[in-house]
């Protein structure tokens, strides 16, 4: 009998969500592809959080551990800078159409909202060094020219980001949790470096499925 692999029978929107998280969080740490993030502690707790807590729906809760342990074994065919490309288009709307259904049924997002400010951070165009970062996405320009303009007020530079239709739905920006976490993550990353900022989502949420922090929410 031919043996399936099980990355194969994961959902896709597991595995957009796995490749999501570690493409921007990853890279502003300083990894160069998937194995090398994984290897550290912090990142798989942050990758089992979002993927069982947040992305998986109650069918798709078996293929948390497949996806988990088939991206520690498989051979790295692209790099995270490369997992990076266009992830306006590919990427980023399952993580936003989830935290919008979330929201809908006052559930938890903070893993959600993490995994987008690490991808405004990334959208910045440079690293905590301040190396340049090369970012390649229709949308970049202008993300770019919002950072610059409105770079010195955090609550105006994420409202600005709202803004960009269609990839923020108006329900998504006249959600005040919305807002409020988005912020809270992006300030923080900003302030702090993605490795700190992932430490305290980690704390926040390794209590998750026992008592969710956010919107009265249910896990």
Not at 34 to 41: I, K, S, Y
Not at 158 to 169: E, R
């Amino acid at each position: 009998m031919t043996e399936v692999d099980p990355i194969k029978q994961a959902s896709p929107q597991l595995l957009h969500g796995a490749y999501t998280a570690l493409a921007y969080a990853g890279t502003l740490a300083g990894y160069s592809y998937v194995h090398q993030a994984l290897a550290n502690p912090l990142f798989a707790r942050y990758l089992q959080h979002l993927l069982h807590y947040e992305l998986a729906t109650a069918p798709m809760l078996a293929d948390t551990a497949a996806v988990l342990q088939q991206l520690a074994t498989v051979a790295d065919e692209k790099s995270l800078l490369q997992l990076t490309q266009n992830g306006s288009q590919q990427l980023l709307p399952g993580i936003l159409a989830t935290a919008e259904q979330r929201l809908a049924t006052g559930q938890g997002i903070e893993a959600l909202c993490f995994t987008l400010a690490a991808w405004l951070r990334f959208s910045m165009g440079f690293d905590a060094k301040g190396d340049t970062l090369d970012v390649i996405d229709p949308l970049a320009e202008r993300l770019m020219q919002i950072r610059l303009q409105h770079w010195d007020h955090i609550d105006e530079l994420v409202a600005q980001y709202l803004l960009v239709t269609p990839l923020f739905s108006a329900t998504l920006r006249d959600n005040a949790v919305f807002r409020d976490r988005l912020t809270y993550w992006l300030s923080y990353i900003l302030a702090n470096g993605v490795v700190t900022a992932l430490q305290t989502l980690v704390l926040e949420v390794q209590d998750y499925s026992a008592a969710p922090r956010l919107a009265g929410g249910q896990v």
